[in-house]
């Protein structure tokens, strides 16, 4: 995994409109991110032209211009924000994989679903839990399409001379800084889980299934 | 005496392979795998010349892709069909057993794995997909997980992970008659939102969801996700003990009189400590139907559709009234009589015999509305098997329903059945999402029997206004 310590770049806003107001789009689901046609591949790449699909493409495949990722300078953003419990639902990888290969690296929300959450980890990906007040504070930034830097290191959000601290997880963090393979630290350890499997042998037989 | 735990805290503390900090290795006992979400994992396990640890600890079946139609011809569609050969092969290379899209126990995977005796109380389980939590209503910690994690579960047999926090949610009384583990689920969901539950594994307990049967506590669990909470628990008892008994995969011998012995000591102790709790009653309790595009977006079918600048929250009235506009509802107006085009009965939520039989007794001498085309699709081989030794089959077919082959089919949409635009459909299915079933389509999650009168009237409907 691609090793992550700072990002520059554009910030997109994702909105509900209700009127003349706007509001963080709350509840993204892992359906908007990538519907379910796209999960046929049985790959990792190439998901970022469908990230969003629905919203951001009508039905003959045209691009909608009122979705912020179809607007200049949107289109080459790295950053995301968006309202509560981003990414519920299914647990389709494909979600992260299509957001990290449009070019998004940080997603920022006042919450995440749990499943989300852990696969952006595993992807390279930084998703930054702000609260909804301090959320407001980027939005016109945002919308001004001023670069923001992310930088994980220092845990910062720095716009100009404004900087916001955020918390991330310590394990998290030193996964993402490090670019950390999972399964190859897991594999340091396989001792333990050999005398793990031993222990299962010798006094719980019933938990290995039972075959013909 | 050690400290009182959580059934939670029991499975959670039994399965530690290792501890450091924060840093927790948990031992996996079961791995269920689907063509959709393990392409990639086994790729990543070639490129990095790595081998499946436990092999036997894994079961794979065909289940998302998979055409509800007639398949001895093949599945039809040809990235479908690259997907579903691509696990077969992948299962073949690794050594792990999989279950042949022509072999009668062929199913939803989460329904197969309780069939099969796969499902056992006080283990992990695993499978990438969200739903997993089902297999919570026989005391397994189960949980969805993404492909990484697949890879990582099929090379090390471990998960790293935070323990998470308790949840209990108690539900008192007795339901009335046709109030069913859905509309307790809803209302769950309705109660504390579809992120009340991030963070924590919840435990189902009380007189209501002690007194449902094994099927129903699967409904149950099943949509704990849609509540944020990635596993739903609830404690083994005498039901758990009879229906897992003699299972192909289930212990035998003196392996089950030991297991018997275990999962006898897996109940929550008494003063155990929950960082969250919550009392519903059940007794007032009418059928459930969700009006909006969220699961938490719940109304008793005898309630009105709510209006948006009757909410407070911003962001929640400018998400009602997205929701409102997709799902072209008037606000304000009862949610009873709104015409439906579609009915689906299936999915890992309602595709189990029990559901299937609550849809029968609805529609048995009855005719499905001329506007509607409904269709039921059981959760697996054996499930349709044994709905059509009773009868169900033709209970269905002669009221004009189509009788399918077993798969998720239009829960998620991702074979042929699926909601045309503006389509609106009584779904048994666990998302209402937009584009859920369908580009544009309309989804109201109700029962199985809620699904079934809707079908016979046309429109959503008091299922009791058919009975009484």
Sequence with gaps: MEKFTSVKGIAATMFNKSGNQLSLMMNIDTDMIIPKQFLKTIKRSGLGKNLFDEMRYDMNGNEIESFVLNRDPFTKAKILIAGKNFGCGSSREHAPWSILDFGIKVIIAPSFADIFFNNCFKNGILPIR???EKINLLVDDSMKGIEFEVNLINQLIIIKEKEFSFEVDAINKDCLVKGLDDIGSTLEKATFIDEYEKKILDNFAWRVPERD | ???????YDKIWES????????????????????EVTSPQAFEGLRMSNRSVRKPSNALAVADHNIPTTDRSKGIGDEESEIQIQTLEDNCNEFGIEYIKTSDKRQGIVHII?????????????????????????FGALAHGIGTSEVEHVLATQTLIQKKAKNFKVTINGKCNQ????KDLALSVIGAIGTAGGTGYVIEYTGEAVKSLSIEGRMTLCNLTIEAGARAGLIAPDEKTFEYLKDRPMSPKG?????ALEYWKMLPSDEGAKYDKSIEIDATNLSPLVTWGTSPEDVISIDGNIPKPEDIEDDSKRSAVKRSLDYMNLTPGSPIKGVEIDRVFIGSCTNGRIEDLREAASIVEGKKVSSNVVAMVVPGSGLVKEQAEKEGLDKIFLSAGFEWREPGCSMCLAMNADKLAPKERCASTSNRNFEGRQGREGRTHLVSPSMAAAAAIKGCLTDVRELIN
């Design chain 1, 130 to 132: 702000l609260s909804e």
């Design chain 2, 1 to 7: 005496m050690s400290k009182p735990k959580t059934i």
């Design chain 2, 15 to 34: 399965h530690l392979v290792y501890e450091d900090n924060n840093d927790c290795l948990l031992y996996i006992d079961r791995h269920l795998i689907h």
């Design chain 2, 113 to 137: 794995g309780p069939e099969q005796g796969f499902t056992l109380p006080g283990l992990t389980i695993v499978c990438g997909d969200s739903h997993t939590s089902t297999h919570g209503a």
């Design chain 2, 178 to 181: 046709n109030v069913t583990a």
């Design chain 2, 254 to 258: 003196d392996d089950w009189d030991k």
